[in-house]
């Protein structure tokens, strides 16, 4: 039998070939203050409390995560039926995507905002419309809505508080685009639980209307994968079609639950955490020739005059912040999350040194 060399590139899918990956630094040596994670440990016990449980690894997970769900429903207030876990909220975007979009559908960003949805996008074939921030940082409402308008729009998608911003938009300004589209919105608030506002209650008044949530972010558990949906129970339905059957695996689903029986303690993490945001807020302010954006969330936006030498002097240092590389209208900027209150202090001393023109070899 002749040998026939293969050459895998050439069966890639066109959309595959022109995706630009979501870049994710891997350096746990450096103090990470890149991915708005939540730095602080576990709250007290419930590591032992999650290694303790007799879980069942060599069986599949309830594919309908019919428990994470009901204790998730009494977290939210919103019924069981109504929502959808995801291997982190990424796959829930993919999956909203696979479920509204594709070729010849259109979905509505407002960038500069989260990678994620234009990559999905691209992977689901689904045409980006982008409708830019105003001054980079506030939500054009109106020019959103012409956008929607279109018959190919089938989804919109508001980050709020936006990432990499930290801006809060106005609810009344997204429940007009959820009361006057007529298309899915997609409300996603992986922040929410430090910006203290939430959609949720409006989900019983719009079947177009969709929140995207996440354990990664306030409740520190980034390293699981796991993220929620919710919506009326006929749209989840909806999505529900596309969703691998055993997507969310049963470790993550026990720590879930958990989770949310540690509601007071989380509660005191986040606080710290947004005092702690409003320190590095205060610290980046008074570094001459810095431009500071304000923050809904647990992460900073920042314009230093020379945003890829201040990565550079940061890494020299051992902090690893997030280059955001152009922003449209905003320019390069860097965007910092909080971390422990050590770390936080040590980046403020180390911004004040690059402040100050001193470098490091
Ligand atoms: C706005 C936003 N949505 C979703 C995600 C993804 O979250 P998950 O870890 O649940 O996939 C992130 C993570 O950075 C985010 O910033």
Redesign the pocket.
Known sequence: MKNVLCNPEKFVRPEVRKLIPYEAKYMPECIKLD??ENPFPWPKGMREELFSEKLMFNRYPDGMAQDLKRAIAMYTKIPVEGILTGN???EL?QLILLTFGGLGKAVIIHPPT?G?YQISAHLTNTTVVAVPLVNGLNLNTEQMLKAALSPEAHVVII?NPN?PTGTLFPRAEILQLVRESGKIVVV?E??AEFAEETLMPEIKNYPNLVI?R???KSFGM?GL???YLLGQPETIALIDRVRPPYNVNVFSQQAGILALGYLSEYQVQIQCLKAETQKLYEGLTQIPDVVVYPTQTNFILFKPGDPDGWTAELLKRGFLVRNMGVLPILGKCLRVSAGLPEENNRFLQAVREIGTGVTRI
């Open positions: 991915a708005n982190g909220s990424d975007i989260f994620m980050c990432n996603d992986a922040y995207l996440t354990f990664s980034a994968r796991l993220g």
